[in-house]
């Protein structure tokens, strides 16, 4: 029969009774023929006051009494169960007379505790003694939220049974027993249950043929117990004041987990101590597991030590270990509200108070570093001396001395790094510092200002960084101008660095291990060759034409160049001007033993030499060169601009 809902009749005709009750309502004729009507679940058709309960694909409607009674009340007369089916080989059990006893199987719910086994014991009785040649049935568990690890990848939370033809002897009503093992853990978990299902019984009705087993977690929460603060762990000084195994409980604030970020996540006291000495935030370690997110508090076990300088939770005494997700208990959420920090610092280790906590940086501070922007995500944001519009190296302004050390220091107290917390090099995407990707529409330059930058400040490669967890506000102060400021003159000198131009095509792609059959170039052709891989010829296509670009649009008189290649018999300036019409170079031949050396191309229409290039076709040494330490560099000569303004050199 269809689960849910249904209408059964049982007729005194084969030809059909044509109604329903419902949308072909019954005539008083065609209820007559109507022997027994059994509605079930939604029906609208049934016997007395309700129809009888809903059945599905694991349950059945049985008639109480083993089918005895009928007192045409289809909700009083039919209980829901688990199938047990019948056929003409089960023992008849008649009517009229003959007490057939109705089996139950009671539930059972049982503390699961720390380890070891515990016995569930659940009893089948019946509500009379059984008749000659008693009463027999299967017995057997199965999962509910409680698993019994017989498929892979299932917790063993209990231990499955199956039984077949078991007794109740005649005379007896029982109980029989039937035990089940329960497993414990120190797992915090909700209350997990199983069912035990009677079936095939033969000599009784079935009253109740599903027991329900309940096993109650017995382990105290961490979110419960008494905890370390995290600024108790990290005290006063340099090095966390307490070590080894601690439990500690705070708010996530900055979530950085998986291998391709920081490989955790910052959490940090709700309330704090108060004392602006010590910092109420610290890091765990997760390793490659991605276990929380900002906002969730939480209850951390773990080893609290000093990782790379930075006081950390592991899972255990190295820096490789990750606290275990079972030893990471969700409690709830919560908020904390950044911590304002201000520049300068007092001193080198005042950003140690904040380590591991939200900040927010109101000032705004000018970006004045991104050597490592492109590799790796960072810049460096400022604040100037008063009246400066951006740091300058201690000896731009002063003399070496006491003045530029002063200034050098100054600096240093007055500059953060802004770090995406990205672990990939060279990444594709990059954080821009209003929170989205940089790109030719979303860009910035040096003398921009950043303000309100938040994140979390932490310690990693040697410096204090804050690892952003939200967008600052950006402010393009220093726009490119449209085109140079005049400067007056009739020369243009310019100098760019060509990034390693090699014409020599590295053999071997062995960027990380350096193979020696293919060094070839420097100065003594025994080094390797750091250009494009002779297997992707393409990359030199590429850089060629970047460089071209780039060097055109220089427009320069003369333009000094470095990283250039420095092999014997290869001139990558000849490259160069190739590619370039109207300029020529001074050809040095190569300079030293390193692998890479400067050059110089120019304009002849626009400068004339006063020494010859050592190419073949004019002398065979630069007159104005000389020798250094083992180097030879090209020496330029007074200019003397000619009757036309074409100076020489």
């Not at 009379?128 to 019994?148: E, L, N, P, R």
């Not at 439990?247 to 987990?257: A, I, Q």
Request: contains cysteine; aromatic residues 6%.
């Amino acid at each position: 029969m269809a689960a849910g809902a249904g209408k059964v009749i049982v007729a005194n005709t084969t030809a059909g009774v044509g109604c329903n009750g419902s949308s072909a309502p019954c005539t008083a004729a065609q209820l007559a023929q109507i022997v027994d009507l059994v509605g079930y679940g939604a029906a609208n058709f049934f016997e007395g006051a309700g129809p009888a309960p809903v059945i599905s694909g694991t349950t059945a409607d049985f008639r109480a009494s083993n089918g005895c009674t009928d007192t045409d009340n289809n909700n009083l007369d039919f209980a829901a169960s688990v199938p047990s089916p019948r056929n003409t080989a089960t023992a008849p059990l008649p009517c009229g007379g003959v007490t057939v006893p109705g089996l139950s199987v009671a539930d059972v719910s049982v503390l699961e505790g720390d380890s070891g086994t515990t016995t569930m014991v659940f009893d089948v009785s019946l509500s009379a003694a059984a008749g000659d040649g008693g009463v027999t049935f299967d017995i057997a568990t199965s999962d509910g939220t409680a698993q019994d690890a017989s498929t892979t990848g299932e917790d063993a939370d209990y231990v499955a049974q199956s039984l077949s033809g078991q007794v109740i002897p005649a005379g007896s009503s029982g109980p029989y027993e039937f035990s089940v093992s329960v497993n414990g853990d120190a797992d915090i978990e909700a209350d997990e249950k199983f069912l035990v299902d009677v079936t095939n019984v033969v000599g009784a009705s079935i009253a109740d043929g599903q027991a329900t087993g309940t096993i109650e977690d017995d382990d105290a929460s961490p979110c419960d117990s008494t905890f370390t603060p995290i600024y108790q762990i990290q005290g006063t000084g340099p090095n966390a004041a307490i070590t080894g195994t601690v439990t500690t409980r705070g708010v996530v604030v900055g979530d950085f987990e998986g291998t391709a970020a920081a490989s955790g996540f910052y959490l940090q006291d709700a309330t704090g101590d108060g004392n602006p000495a010590t910092s109420d935030g610290i890091f765990v370690f997760t390793g490659s597991a991605d276990l929380v997110a900002i906002g969730d508090l939480v209850t951390v076990t773990g080893f609290a030590r000093e990782r790379f300088n930075q006081t950390t939770i592991n899972g255990s005494n190295t820096n490789t270990a990750a606290v275990p997700a079972g030893d990471i208990a969700l409690c709830g959420t919560a908020s904390v509200t950044p911590t304002d920090v201000e520049l300068p610092f007092a001193d080198a280790s005042t950003p140690e108070r904040y380590e591991g906590m939200a900040v927010r940086c109101p000032q705004p501070l000018v970006i004045s570093e991104y050597f490592n922007y492109d590799r790796f995500g960072e810049l460096v944001l400022a604040l100037p001396l008063d009246g400066e519009p951006r740091p300058f190296t201690g000896t731009a302004l002063e003399q070496p001395g006491a003045a530029a050390n002063a200034r050098s220091l100054a600096n240093s107290l007055r500059r953060i790094t802004l770090d995406d917390a990205q672990s990939a090099q060279n990444p594709v995407r990059l954080r821009h510092p209003n929170g989205d990707a940089f790109s030719l529409t979303n860009r910035f330059r040096g003398g921009d200002t950043v303000q309100d930058t938040v994140g979390v400040l932490g310690f990693d490669f040697s410096l204090y960084r804050i690892f952003p967890t939200g967008p600052a506000k950006y402010t393009a102060a220093n726009p490119r101008p449209a085109t140079p400021e005049p400067v007056g003159g009739h020369l243009k000198v310019a100098a760019m660095n060509t990034l390693n131009f090699f014409v020599t095509l590295d053999a071997l792609d062995d960027d990380t291990t350096d193979v020696p059959g293919d060094n070839v170039c420097g100065g003594n052709a025994n080094l390797d060759c750091r250009g494009a891989d002779l297997s992707q010829p393409q990359e030199f296509d590429r850089q060629r034409d970047k460089l071209l670009t780039a060097l055109s649009g220089l427009d320069g008189d003369v333009i000094g160049l470095n990283e250039l290649e420095n092999t014997p018999g290869v001139e990558p300036l000849e490259s160069i001007t190739s590619g370039m019409p109207g300029y020529d170079f001074v050809d040095t031949g190569t300079i030293g033993t390193d692998a890479i050396k400067v050059g110089l191309i120019y304009r002849p229409a626009v400068v004339t030499r006063s020494a010859p290039s050592r190419r073949s076709t004019r002398a065979t040494t630069l007159a104005s060169s000389t020798r250094r330490a083992g180097r030879r560099w090209p020496r330029p000569s007074r200019s003397t601009p000619p009757a036309h303004g074409s100076p020489s050199w």
